[in-house]
């Protein structure tokens, strides 16, 4: 039997109070619907159909053809959402895995013990249902004397008695095609919101069809975010889960709480991670490497043994050994080689180093490569950007560029050039030379007191 998922992403999330759609709001750096597909992609689920409505194109851009699309063009309620994959699912032989797009946490061998559940029970319909101390804001599951469950009755249509009730639907069903469509079109409109209930299928499937619960242990995993509070507990949550697998893989983590990695970042033993530290995106640390405390590692390699300290390292690479900061920014596909040194208040920018480079102090390096052994003097800086374009500077092996040097790009720095301190170069320069490019020193001597009068002068 062909198994579906159906995911209702069509929703404004207007709880959020932000522009973004909620469903592609994101948790650790990544849209929270981009979890849900991934779980679903290592499930069972043999074809992924995503309801979209409310900013549609944000959605259909992050999913691209990882799913198939319904669309609901006025957000009528969760039943009406699920309606509009009608035309895609009710003729098929099958199951639908239904769950909202807001309910990131779940992971994909949950999915396949509630859908196994529902197939072993010979369920129609089965809800995933949660235990909760403090049930607001979620629909409670209501049963009869003997137990069997009933109808899913929403927060704002309980009495009194039923908002005591503590298990709640989490919005996740397993159910059968046919039956779903069918009863879907029964629903009516819920006169208090004005809107069609999916959990409204409860009710009208409890006695003609076998319809039963599946219960969570962790209702953490079943948390629907509706809110920015409910992304920080989200956030929370997940955090703490991938920090604790570094660290039983052997990765330190000082002070952890502050630490923040994302889903997909590889993390190899021995690395060190200092307090108030992010690493997000497609990022590898390599064995025995440092970072932190307070850095920023994004969509960046770092090798084995380089150390990350109070800086940005953004789209970039760092070879093995090698220093970066403190308070230093690399960013735009940039590549440090070995051994280098990146120190204080140092940018680099689109740029590849050799071995054993350094840029100690306050330089910045822009659209340059640069070979072995280059010592970038305190303050010396490439001029690559004329207000209109940017231009390349070459630099090659075992070159020493004095203190606050500008070299004004395009430029070619030859093996072997040493450039005084001070020097505007704006001209390419050969092998083993000494650059010079400044005013010649002129020592007026006895000239001082013509320029400044001694106080004591009567
Ligand atoms: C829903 C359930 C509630 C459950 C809770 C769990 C209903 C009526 N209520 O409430 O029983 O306890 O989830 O988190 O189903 N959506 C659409 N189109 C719409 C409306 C919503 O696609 O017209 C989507 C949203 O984008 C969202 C999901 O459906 O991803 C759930 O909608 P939401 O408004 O968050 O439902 P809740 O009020 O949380
Ligand atoms: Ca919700």
């Known amino acids: 039997m062909k198994k579906y998922a159906l995911i209702l992403a069509a929703g404004k999330g207007t709880r959020m109070k932000t522009e973004l759609p909620k469903c592609a709001f994101p948790i650790l750096g990544k849209p929270m619907i981009e979890y849900i597909v991934e779980n679903l992609e290592k499930s069972q689920i043999d074809e992924i159909v995503t309801v979209v409505g409310h900013k549609k194109e944000v959605i259909t851009d992050l999913l691209k053809e990882r799913s198939t699309y319904a669309i609901q063009e006025e957000q009528l309620g969760t039943g009406h959402a699920t309606l509009q994959a009608a035309s895609l699912l009710e003729d098929k032989e099958g199951v639908t895995f239904i769950l909202p797009g807001d309910m990131p946490l779940m992971e994909y061998p949950l999915m396949d013990k509630i859908i196994r559940s529902h197939e072993e029970m010979g369920n129609d319909l089965t809800i995933v249902s949660m235990m909760f101390d403090n049930p607001k804001g979620y629909g409670r599951v209501v049963r009869d004397e003997y137990g069997v469950v009933t109808s899913i009755v929403e927060e704002i249509d309980c009495n009194d008695a039923q908002k005591q009730i503590k298990e709640v639907n989490s919005s996740v069903y397993v159910v059968n095609n046919q039956a779903l469509f069918q009863t879907l079109k029964k629903v009516k409109k819920n006169d208090r919101k004005g809107e069609y209930y999916l959990t409204d299928i409860v009710e009208l499937m409890h006695q003609t069809h076998k319809v039963n619960t599946f219960t969570v242990r962790d209702p953490r995993v079943t948390m629907g975010i509706n809110d920015l509070y409910n992304i920080s507990i989200a956030e929370k949550i997940l955090r703490d889960h991938i920090n604790k697998s570094h660290m039983l893989n052997g990765v330190s983590i000082i002070n952890p709480e502050t630490v923040t990695i ?192 001694p106080k004591n002068d009567k």
């Open 262 to 453: 994302g889903h997909d970042v590889i993390i190899e033993e021995g690395v060190w991670i200092y307090p108030n530290s992010t690493i997000v995106g497609d990022s590898i640390i390599k064995k025995y490497a440092k970072i932190g405390p307070n850095s920023e590692v994004r969509d960046s390699i770092i090798d084995e043994y380089a150390e990350i300290r109070h800086s940005l390292v953004i789209d970039s690479k760092v070879g093995k050994y090698t220093t970066v900061g403190p308070f230093a920014h690399l960013r735009g596909h940039t590549d440090i080689g070995e051994h280098n040194r990146i120190g204080n208040f140092v940018e680099v920018k689109n740029s590849t180093t050799g071995k054993d480079t350094k840029a100690a102090h306050l330089s910045y390096i822009g659209d340059a490569i640069v070979g072995n052994r280059v010592n970038f003097g305190c303050g010396s800086i490439t001029v690559n950007y004329d207000g209109v374009n940017k231009h390349k500077t070459n630099i090659g092996d075992d070159v020493f560029i004095g203190c606050n040097v500008n070299m004004v790009a395009p430029l070619t720095v030859s093996d072997e050039v040493f450039i005084a301190a001070g020097s505007t170069v704006t001209k390419d320069i050969p092998k083993g030379s000494l650059s010079i490019a400044r005013n010649q020193q002129i020592n007026k001597e006895d000239y001082y007191k013509h320029l400044i009068k």
